[in-house]
Nanobody, 115 residues
């Protein structure tokens, strides 16, 4: 089974930057896309960004578009999320995710943005 290992979360001041990474390990499987969801305290989980491997197409939720950049290497089964101009509203647990015949979730990385 594929396992997703996340890293790069942490504490940052508003206006700062963080970079999340996610690496898929294990037996290769067919993958449609790879990216992140997030869940803030008291809120439902929401989609953040993903890269669709076929065509190298990136998608973002409106609240992060222009500030976050997702990139990946399909051959290496890795994806990164560069988060710039971070706001307190970005505080959440970020979960790496693979879309495909079988879906996979990372363990979650805490991102905390202070004022």
């Amino acid at each position: 089974q594929v396992q997703l290992v996340e890293s790069g979360g942490g504490l940052v001041q508003a206006g700062g930057s963080l970079r999340l990474s996610c690496a898929a390990s294990g037996r290769p499987v067919s993958r449609y896309a790879m990216g992140w969801f997030r869940q803030a305290p008291g809120k439902e989980r929401e989609f953040v960004a993903r890269i669709i491997w076929r065509g190298d197409i990136t998608e973002y939720t409106d609240s992060v578009r222009g500030r976050f950049t997702i990139a990946g290497d399909n051959a290496k089964n890795t994806v990164t999320l560069q988060m710039n101009s971070l706001m307190p509203e970005d505080t959440a647990v970020y979960y790496c995710h693979i879309w495909g015949p079988t879906t996979y979730w990372g363990q979650g990385s805490q991102v905390t943005v202070s004022s």
